[in-house]
């Protein structure tokens, strides 16, 4: 959990992305996180869907598969020609741009449902703030942003900034709902055990 990549690593996440994905990373473990997949199943990730740092594409392709019109966003174009290839084997219609996710407001469109697997853990303070009000810019009033993130129960200093609940909360306290901050798991390829992580919703007021 040492690789400085874009959903779970130390060191500057937006530096050579590619480089993360010569090989198989820790993160992308071929299906979606079973977090999201209960949400899915539960009703609750629906309508225009975006994902941000989607990686290889397991959730958007979650999403497409259920008749969503799902799009993802990275820096990592090994990622994204991944995901393409996935979505094209699977005959899925899904969209994967590679695109900031600290610059949504740049895409000029709207969503009403955002996913966040291991993203808003990497960000200092002053990218955090400039996600958020993008976040904020992209999904529709009474829009849901679901986020997996590490939490400060996670032993160790490995891997990403650890997050805590009332940070979460200090995060969206303008402009947002906090539904829910809900413990929950990560899973990973290099362990049975995964990453304990806050599994967090929130409505855009």
């Not at 060191?11 to 820790?26: F, I, S, V």
């Not at 976040?135 to 805590?164: I, N």
């Amino acid at each position: 959990m040492s690789s400085p990549h874009p959903h779970l690593g130390t060191e500057n996440p937006w530096h050579r992305p590619d480089d993360l994905y010569a090989g198989r990373p820790a993160w992308d473990i071929g299906r979606p996180q079973p977090a999201f997949l209960a949400l899915t199943e539960a009703g609750d990730i629906h309508g225009r869907v975006l994902d941000v740092g989607c990686g290889t594409g397991e959730h958007v392709l979650m999403c497409a598969g259920r008749d969503m019109d799902a799009t993802g966003v990275d820096l990592a174009d090994k990622a994204l020609e991944a995901a393409r290839k996935k979505a094209g084997d699977r005959g899925l219609a899904a969209r994967f741009l590679h695109h900031d996710a600290r610059k949504l407001t740049d895409l000029g469109e709207s969503f009403d449902t955002v996913l966040d697997c291991g993203l808003f853990h990497i960000f200092n303070d002053r990218d955090r703030a400039a996600f958020v009000a993008g976040l904020r810019a992209v999904l529709r009033p009474g829009g849901r942003y679901s986020m997996l993130c590490f939490s400060e129960h996670q032993p160790g200093d490995q891997g990403p900034r650890r997050v805590t609940r009332g940070e979460i909360e200090a995060s969206f306290a303008d402009g947002w709902q906090v539904d829910s901050v809900e413990a929950a798991t990560i899973d990973i390829t290099t362990g049975p055990v995964g990453i304990r992580a806050w599994l967090a919703t929130l409505t855009r007021i």
